[in-house]
């Protein structure tokens, strides 16, 4: 089992950057691939990133492709999220997911672990 803790969210706008961080505890985890998903009031969670187990490879939905920036980092736990040039549309509760295999995928049914979640809204 994985715990994952998700923090950096917060207000900022349109054009502004954040860093989402979440951080695991449990299980080793350089096991595990990661992604990145969100929920909009009234929207089904969707896809954002993904990153298979060593980090070298990455995946990105075309509405953040260019603007967002995952990255893992196997000595400290952690997985990221870099987000620039943040539009209104991005505004959402961000999870991160933990899957135990070396590969990810963007179907969030095939992630086994979640943390709570952390808020992020753009003004305009």
């Known amino acids: 089992q994985v715990h994952l803790v998700e923090s950096g969210g917060g207000l900022v706008q349109a054009g502004g950057s954040l860093r989402l961080s979440c951080a695991a505890s449990?299980?080793?985890?350089?096991?595990?691939?990661m992604g990145w998903f969100r929920q909009a009031p009234g929207k089904e969670r969707e896809f954002v990133a993904a990153?298979?187990?060593?980090?070298?490879?990455?995946d990105y939905a075309d509405s953040v492709k260019g603007r967002f920036t995952i990255s893992k980092d196997n000595a400290k736990n952690a997985l990221y999220l870099q987000m620039n040039s943040l539009k209104p549309e991005d505004t959402a509760v961000y999870y991160c997911?933990?899957?135990?295999?070396?590969?990810?995928?963007?179907?969030?049914?095939?992630?086994?672990?979640w943390g709570q979640g952390t808020q992020v809204t753009v003004s305009s």
């Open positions: 449990g299980r080793t985890f350089s096991n595990y691939a």
């Open positions: 997911a933990a899957r135990s295999a070396s590969y990810y995928y963007r179907r969030r049914e095939s992630y086994d672990h």
């Open positions: 990153i298979n187990r060593s980090g070298g490879s990455t």
